[in-house]
C-alpha cells in the first residue's frame, strides 16, 4: 500500500511485416504504457502511421460532430454491434446529410424565430401609442419622431423653438409622437437636443399597428412550432442513430489509436522497437499474448525491472527466476534515460477511494511513499471527531453513497467513497459522545437506558471545561503522532534518494526536535516551577520528569541536526519544527467545540434548555489512563413540556404555542442543515489542511504518470 505496483519496461521488436498483428496484440492485452521514440538508437526513425490513419481520423471528427449535433450521451447506447467498413462510408454518410439538413433547417427557423422577435420588439411601441404606421411619415412639411422620454420637457423645448411653426405630442402608456410644422427639415431634431427622448424606429408597414404585431405574433408562434416539429424530427433521428454513432466513435477511436501507435516506435524499412512499461506481474501473460499471435516473428524483452530506489529504474534489475532482465538482443538502448515509470496506486478497495484526495495534490512519484493509506486511516478520525453526531454522520454516509453510485467520473465516484467513510466515523463518534443532531437521546437510550451507564463515555466540552482541555491536549497528541508519521516518510524518502546522512540532517532532526518538545510538554518536568507551559498539559498526561528531560535532550540534538543540515535558517525555522506546527492541530478542538455549540444553539432556541449541577462529581479516566476529567455539571434539553428538573435557562420555541411550533420546526430544518453544510466547510476544509500543509509538506512532492495503457475497454462494440 505505500509502494506502487512495480513495473518493468519491456521492449518488442521485429520485422515490419508483422507489424500490424503485433500491434493488435499490443493492443488487445491492454497492458503496456508506451514510451515516445526520442531518436536514441542509432539508424531508427518515428514510425509513420498506417495506412487509412488520415481517413480514420477524419470520420472521427464527423462523428463526434454528429453526436454534439445531436446531443447524443451514453445514455443513448443499444445493444454492442459490430461496425464494419462499409457501415463507417455509406451509413454513416447518409447519417450526415439528414442530420446536416435537420440542423440546417433548425438555423434558418432560429433566425427567422430571432427577425421576427425583434420586429416584435421594435413595433409594440407603436401599438401601445395607437396610430397608424403610415401616419407616421411621407409628410412635406411635417417632421414626426416617436419614442420614450419626458413629454413635458418635449412640449417646453418645441414651444420655445422658434423654427417650429406648430406642434402636437401624442402619448400612450411609455411611447410619445412627437409632430411639428416647419419648413426647416432640422427643426424638430435640434428643438429635441438636450431633451430626455430616445427616438425609435418606424417600422416599415402600413395600417394598425395594433394589427402588424398581432400578424408578426402569429408568424412567430408559426415558427416556434415549426422548430418544435424539427427538434422532434432531430429527437428521432437521434434515437434512431445515437447507438451507431456511440459505436463508430469507439471503433474509429481504436483504428486511429491503432494507426498512429508507430509514431511513438523506432522504425527503419525493415525493423521496428516498441518500448514501454507495465506492471511486474503481468509480464509473463504479455509475452504469451504477443508469442500466441506472431509466434517467433518478434522479439519480446523485460528490458528493466524498476526498483524503488530514486535512480535505480535505469538500471536493469534481475528477474525473479535469476536470469538477467534484458538480453543481448540489440533493442535494449533505452528510448529515453528519464522515462519513468507510470504509477499504479497499490491499495485495497476502501482505501482505493481517498487516492482522490491525494491526487488533488498529484499522484505519487513512482519513488516515493503513497500516503493513501495514512489518509484513510486519519482523514476520517479527524472528520469524525470533530462532527461527532449520529444524525449528521448518518446523512453525510448517505450523501457519500448517492456520489458513488450516482455519477460516471471515477473521481467523483473515490470522493462518494471518502464521504460514507467520513460519515462513518462522524456517526461512530457521535455514538461516543451520546448525541444525534446535538440531542443526547443516545446517552439517554443507550448509555444510560440499555447499558445502564451513568452517562456516554465522551463529552464535547461545552458544559464540562475539563472535557475541552482534554479534546485540546489530545489534539496536541494527535498532532505529534501524525507529523511523526510524516517525518518517518521523510526520512525513509530521503534516505533513498541522498544518503542516511541528508536524511538525518534534515527529516531526523526535524523529527526529533519536534517528538522531543512534545513530550517535554506532556512531562511533570519543571512542574513545580510553572513555566510557559499551560497546567492543562502536564495534569491531563503527566509523564514522569525523567521522560521530559529525555525528551528535552531529544530535541537539542534535533536542533543541532537541523543547524547542520539547514544552517541558519534552519536554526529560525526551529520554532515552526518545534511547536508551530504541532500547535496547528488544535483546530481539531476548536472545530469540535465550534460545532457543538452551534449544534447546541440551535437546539436551545428549538427546545429550550435546564441545567443540572450534580452533587457528587464524578472523575473518569479514558484512553488507557492517560487522561482523566471531572464532570461538574449537565446541560439537557426539554423535548417535552414540563420537562425541566432544574435551572431553565431558555424555554425554548417548541414550548411557546402553535405560532412558535411552527417557526421552531422552520429554525430546526435550516439550523441543522447550516450545520451540515458547515461541517463540510469547516471540519472537512481544516481537515484537508491538516493533511496537505502539515503532513504532506513533510515528505510529498507527487508528479507520478497515471498509467495509461495501449488498447481500448469496448463499450458498444464488439468484434465477433
Given amino acids: 500500500m505505500l509502494r506502487p505496483e512495480q513495473m518493468s519496461k519491456v521492449s518488442v521488436a521485429g520485422s515490419t511485416h508483422v507489424l500490424t498483428p503485433v500491434i ?14 526520442d531518436g536514441g538508437i542509432d539508424g531508427f526513425d518515428n514510425g509513420d502511421p498506417m495506412t487509412g490513419a488520415d481517413e480514420a481520423a477524419e470520420k472521427l471528427v464527423t462523428v463526434r460532430s454528429l453526436k454534439s449535433l445531436l446531443d447524443v450521451s451514453e445514455g443513448d447506447a443499444g445493444p454492442t454491434r459490430i461496425v464494419t467498413d462499409d457501415a463507417l462510408d455509406t ?14 433547417r433548425r438555423s434558418e427557423l432560429t ?14 411601441p407603436f401599438a401601445d401609442l395607437g396610430i397608424d404606421l403610415d401616419l407616421l411619415s411621407g409628410y412635406d412639411s411635417l417632421q414626426v419622431a416617436v419614442g420614450t422620454g419626458d ?4 412640449d417646453a423645448a418645441l414651444a420655445a423653438s422658434k423654427r417650429v411653426t406648430a406642434f402636437e405630442t401624442f402619448s400612450g402608456t411609455e411611447t410619445i409622437g412627437v409632430f411639428a ?13 438636450g431633451v430626455p427622448f430616445t427616438r425609435l424606429e418606424v417600422p416599415d408597414a402600413d395600417g394598425s399597428p395594433e394589427q402588424y404585431v398581432s400578424e408578426l405574433r402569429e408568424r412567430r408562434d408559426t415558427i416556434q412550432a415549426e422548430i418544435e416539429d424539427v427538434d422532434d424530427e432531430l429527437a428521432a433521428f437521434r434515437d434512431e442513430h445515437a447507438g451507431f454513432l456511440l459505436a463508430a466513435e469507439e471503433r474509429l477511436a481504436i483504428d486511429v489509436q491503432k494507426s498512429e501507435a508507430p509514431l511513438q516506435f523506432a522504425s527503419t524499412s525493415h525493423a521496428f522497437v516498441a518500448e514501454g512499461w507495465l506492471p511486474t506481474s503481468e509480464y509473463d501473460a504479455f509475452t504469451d499474448a504477443i508469442e500466441s499471435a506472431v509466434g517467433d516473428h518478434v522479439l519480446v524483452e523485460e528490458l528493466e525491472r524498476a526498483d524503488y530506489e530514486p535512480t535505480g529504474h535505469d538500471q536493469h534489475v534481475p528477474a525473479d527466476d535469476g536470469a538477467d532482465a534484458a538480453t543481448d538482443g540489440g533493442t535494449t538502448a533505452s528510448f529515453d534515460e528519464t522515462d519513468s515509470p507510470p504509477v499504479i496506486q497499490d491499495n485495497p478497495g476502501p482505501v482505493s477511494s481517498f487516492e482522490s484526495l491525494t491526487e488533488v495534490i498529484n499522484r505519487p512519484q513512482y519513488t516515493e511513499i503513497d500516503p493513501t493509506v495514512v489518509l484513510f486511516l486519519t482523514f476520517p478520525a479527524f472528520y469524525g471527531f470533530m462532527i461527532g453526531d449520529l444524525g449528521y454522520g448518518v446523512l453525510y454516509a448517505l450523501l ?30 457521535g455514538v461516543l459522545y451520546g448525541e444525534v443532531f446535538g440531542l443526547h437521546l443516545v446517552t439517554e437510550y443507550l448509555w444510560h437506558g440499555a447499558l445502564g451507564l451513568a452517562d456516554a463515555p465522551l463529552k464535547k466540552g461545552l458544559h464540562v471545561s475539563a472535557f475541552a482541555e482534554l479534546w485540546l491536549a489530545a489534539s496536541l497528541v494527535f498532532g505529534i503522532a501524525h507529523l511523526a508519521i510524516g517525518y518517518v516518510f521523510g526520512f525513509v524518502n530521503e534516505s533513498r534518494s541522498h544518503g542516511l546522512k541528508d536524511a538525518a540532517l534534515e527529516s531526523g532532526g526535524q523529527l526529533l526536535l519536534m517528538a522531543g518538545v512534545g513530550v517535554w510538554l506532556f512531562s ?8 510557559p507551559r499551560p497546567e492543562l498539559l502536564y495534569s491531563v498526561v503527566a509523564l514522569p520528569p525523567i521522560v521530559g528531560k529525555a525528551g528535552l535532550a531529544a530535541a537539542v540534538v534535533g536542533l543541532v541536526l537541523v543547524t547542520l543540515g539547514e544552517g541558519a535558517a534552519g536554526f529560525l525555522e526551529s520554532p515552526t519544527y518545534a511547536l508551530v506546527n504541532t500547535v496547528s492541530y488544535t483546530r481539531i478542538a476548536a472545530v469540535l467545540l465550534a460545532k457543538a455549540g452551534m449544534a447546541y444553539v440551535v437546539n436551545l432556541l428549538v427546545f429550550g434548555a435546564y441545567e443540572t449541577h450534580l452533587e457528587h462529581p464524578e472523575t473518569i479516566d479514558y484512553m488507557f489512563g492517560l487522561f482523566s476529567t471531572t464532570i461538574e455539571h449537565e446541560t439537557h434539553f426539554m423535548l417535552f413540556s414540563g420537562e425541566a428538573h432544574g435551572e431553565v435557562l431558555f424555554p425554548g420555541l417548541m414550548h411557546m404555542g402553535a405560532a412558535g411550533i411552527l417557526i421552531g420546526v422552520l429554525v430546526l430544518l435550516v439550523g441543522h442543515a447550516l450545520v451540515l453544510a458547515l461541517g463540510v466547510t469547516s471540519a472537512g476544509l481544516q481537515a484537508l489542511r491538516l493533511e496537505y500543509v ?7 512532492e507527487g508528479g507520478g504518470e497515471k498509467y495509461n495503457p495501449f488498447g481500448y475497454t469496448r463499450n458498444y462494440t464488439t468484434e465477433d
Fill in 694 to 700: 502539515e503532513f504532506f509538506n513533510k515528505f510529498y
Fill in 181 to 193: 410644422h416647419s419648413a426647416d427639415d432640422a427643426a424638430l431634431d435640434d428643438a429635441l437636443v
Fill in 91 to 104: 451509413e454513416l454518410e447518409s447519417i450526415r446529410v439528414e442530420a446536416t439538413d435537420l440542423d440546417d
Fill in 111 to 124: 433566425d427567422d424565430l430571432r427577425a421576427v422577435t425583434e420586429r416584435i420588439d421594435a413595433a409594440e
Fill in 524 to 531: 511533570t518536568h519543571m512542574q513545580s516551577g510553572g513555566g
Fill in 24 to 37: 493488435e496484440a499490443v493492443h488487445d492485452a491492454e497492458l503496456v504504457h508506451l514510451s515516445d521514440y
Fill in 400 to 429: 457519500g453513497f448517492w456520489l458513488s453510485r450516482s455519477f460516471d467520473s471515477e473521481m467523483i465516484s473515490k470522493l462518494g467513497g471518502v464521504a460514507m467513510w467520513a460519515g462513518g466515523f462522524t456517526a461512530l463518534f
Fill in 151 to 154: 413629454q413635458s420637457a418635449i
